[in-house]
């Protein structure tokens, strides 16, 4: 495999990063089943894409394959989580033990993309204290020195809606917060200084399922 | 308000579809704060899109503004709840009531969307019988009876990955679903008939955040 250094992350497009997670879990299929080399072709009929698209998104970063050998699934893997950030194992914070919190911690999403989950924190004093995942839950009253403690980078925030901008703004400025992940449903963008912010609004799927279901219904 | 027949949905792109559930969460909010009417350019500073862009995303379905007036919120807020289909009440079920399964049953993402969630399923014989959010957590044995009984069109898939696959297929085959949220990180597209499909990866989305902010780093 050629190993060229990829060009600065400003040429890739947001397109192309939006979808390398997607490569990512192809390819982490393709190792768990033991497959070594992937064509552009299979790789492409596995991903339901072009092999075209393929070569175009991995020559952003300056290609992996060899002409005629295809990828070197590992290799591949490798470069695509470290280009994704995934080899600087951030520190995450989850903030609201609520369903989602509770859904979310101790799920494995965190551990195979190379973050770690090290605190949980709510303000409901019958949950604080006890464990969860094996962490405790922690008062609010903790979280700036948590933060600053544990060079923690990445808050997943699972506070309810109305809390969501004011619990953001405490941990972007008083913790050092830099990356948001907001399963809060109130939309942060451009509110939390330079912050970055992931939106997840669950609900907008569950809408387009609808508008493709009832399109159906007008078909038939 | 112009009430013009909206054309039929094959003219319409899915990048306007994706786009409308924000439109539904921004009119939403208004609604919430008692603004009755908005124009293109006010809505567009909110949702931080141009406003060019809503005209022409709104004139696909006939247009609901008029020049110099602006939107009628509710009025826009009706139609757009009216193409997404959420005036269609579908019926749903959760199959799976671990962590995620738990974190969506009761939720009110169903109800604001117009979706009833009308049973919850597993097969752990140890949860099997008690209550969650008010519904009894029924066994896999009762789902197709379940299912055909209560005009059930979408199942939340909240199995775990190695399990989807064929519980959809079940679903699918037998029990009459047409339309998966599927949160159980198998890929389901193109594999269960003529199924309309959301998969929901998570774990993708927290790749982004930690790319953008590795990229953040490097910057520094």
Same mark, same amino acid.
């Given at each position: 495999?050629?190993?060229?250094?990829?060009?600065?992350?400003?040429?890739?497009?947001?397109?192309?990063?939006?979808?390398?997670?997607?490569?990512?879990?192809?390819?982490?299929?393709?190792?768990?089943?033991?497959?070594?080399?992937?064509?552009?072709?299979?790789?492409?009929?596995?991903?339901?894409?072009?092999?075209?698209?393929?070569?175009?998104?991995?020559?952003?970063?300056?290609?992996?394959?060899?002409?005629?050998?295809?990828?070197?699934?590992?290799?591949?893997?490798?470069?695509?989580?470290?280009?994704?950030?995934?080899?600087?194992?951030?520190?995450?914070?989850?903030?609201?033990?609520?369903?989602?919190?509770?859904?979310?911690?101790?799920?494995?999403?965190?551990?195979?993309?190379?973050? +770690? %989950? *090290?605190?949980?924190?709510?303000?409901? /004093?019958?949950?604080? $204290?006890?464990?969860? &995942?094996?962490?405790?839950?922690?008062?609010?009253?903790?979280?700036?020195?948590?933060?600053?403690?544990? +060079? %923690? *980078?990445?808050?997943?925030?699972?506070? /309810?809606?109305?809390? $969501?901008?004011?619990? &953001?703004?405490?941990?972007?400025?008083?913790?050092?917060?830099?990356?948001?992940?907001?399963?809060?449903?109130?939309?942060?963008?451009?509110?939390?200084?330079?912050?970055?912010?992931?939106?997840?609004?669950?609900?907008?799927?569950?809408?387009?399922?609808?508008?493709?279901?009832?399109?159906?219904?007008?078909?038939?």
């Amino acid at each position: 495999m050629n190993s060229i250094t990829p060009p600065p992350s400003k040429y890739v497009s947001k397109a192309v990063i939006k979808r390398l997670p997607r490569y990512f879990r192809y390819l982490r299929e393709l190792i768990r089943n033991g497959t070594l080399r992937i064509s552009s072709k299979d790789l492409a009929a596995k991903m339901n894409i072009t092999s075209s698209q393929i070569r175009q998104d991995l020559n952003c970063f300056g290609g992996f394959g060899q002409q005629g050998y295809g990828y070197n699934v590992m290799s591949l893997y490798m470069e695509i989580s470290k280009i994704l950030g995934l080899e600087e194992n951030f520190k995450a914070i989850i903030v609201g033990m609520g369903n989602i919190g509770k859904a979310l911690a101790g799920n494995p999403l965190f551990e195979k993309r190379g973050v +770690s %989950v *090290s605190g949980l924190f709510d303000i409901n /004093p019958e949950i604080i $204290g006890s464990e969860y &995942a094996g962490l405790k839950i922690r008062p609010m009253t903790e979280i700036e020195d948590f933060c600053k403690q544990n +060079s %923690v *980078s990445i808050a997943v925030l699972a506070v /309810p809606k109305s809390e $969501g901008e004011s619990v &953001a703004k405490f941990l972007y400025n008083e913790c050092g917060i830099k990356g948001f992940w907001n399963f809060s449903n109130m939309e942060l963008s451009n509110k939390i200084g330079d912050a970055i912010i992931e939106n997840i609004h669950l609900g907008d799927t569950l809408m387009t399922l609808c508008y493709e279901l009832s399109q159906r219904n007008k078909e038939k």
